[in-house]
């Protein structure tokens, strides 16, 4: 277990705070408190992220100290030592360079051919650790090493809808056109429903695939 702060977060809340760094485990413990505090009566609504849990309650029937001492016992609960495997999903994603918008930009600064690009992005099994910043964007970790750029000096105005793109050790897919500063590699044919604990898988597939998936 790692280091846990609780600070308060609001009248009708409480924000349960993890080690401050992008983790898979950290993650998990925060998603196992979620679990666990979704059986208790007291709290009305649970918020995760990479590494906090924001508890909200109703002030007129419990006290902070109530729900200090509630978020203490179910951190003392047994957890699996593995995490959950939850849903898979497989992405279908064109990394062609008319979608690929950083492309070939992230392969020069990297220093690998397209190809190579293509094949450190879609090896790993990615990690949905949260949801935000819009509805159904979901942050996704971990990128390969070599592929783990800072974001554009400056953002675009739009980014296209269902673009694929990576910033640090997160990857994400956008969810409709909206301004980003993320390195666009690609383009999803479709976004589904994503959860925290899910687990990605990126398939590529070609710009003809592409094409004749997009036909009516």
């Known amino acids: 277990m790692s280091q846990v702060t609780v600070v308060t977060a609001a009248l009708d809340a409480v924000m349960v705070e993890f080690e401050a760094r992008i983790d898979a485990g950290i993650n998990a413990e925060v998603i196992a408190l979620q679990q666990c505090l979704a059986q208790c009566e007291q709290v009305l ?4 992220s990479y590494r906090c849990l924001m508890v909200y309650y109703n002030p007129l029937k419990h ?18 030592t593995e995490r959950q495997q939850q849903q898979l999903r497989r992405i279908e994603v064109c990394y062609d ?5 950083d492309l070939a930009a992230v392969a020069a600064q990297t220093k690998l051919t397209l190809e190579q690009v293509i ?3 879609c090896e790993p099994e990615y990690l949905v650790y949260t949801l935000g910043f819009a509805p159904g964007f979901a942050y996704l970790g971990d990128v390969p090493e070599p592929l783990r750029l800072p974001r554009l000096a400056t953002p675009r105005q739009q980014v296209p809808a269902l673009s694929v793109a990576i910033a640090q050790q997160q990857t994400a897919i956008y969810p409709q056109t909206s301004p980003g500063g993320w390195l666009v ?3 999803a044919l479709e976004l589904p429903q994503l959860a ?7 398939v590529p597939i070609s710009w003809a695939q592409y094409q004749q998936r997009l036909a009516p």
């Open 119 to 121: 094949a450190l992005h």
């Open 97 to 101: 360079p008319q979608l690929g918008l």
């Open 45 to 48: 609504e649970l918020v995760p």
């Open 63 to 80: 006290r902070e100290a109530d729900m200090r001492e509630l978020i203490a016992w179910a951190l003392a609960q047994p957890v699996a």
């Open 196 to 202: 925290a604990g899910d687990r990605v898988r990126f």
């Open 185 to 187: 590699l690609g383009r």
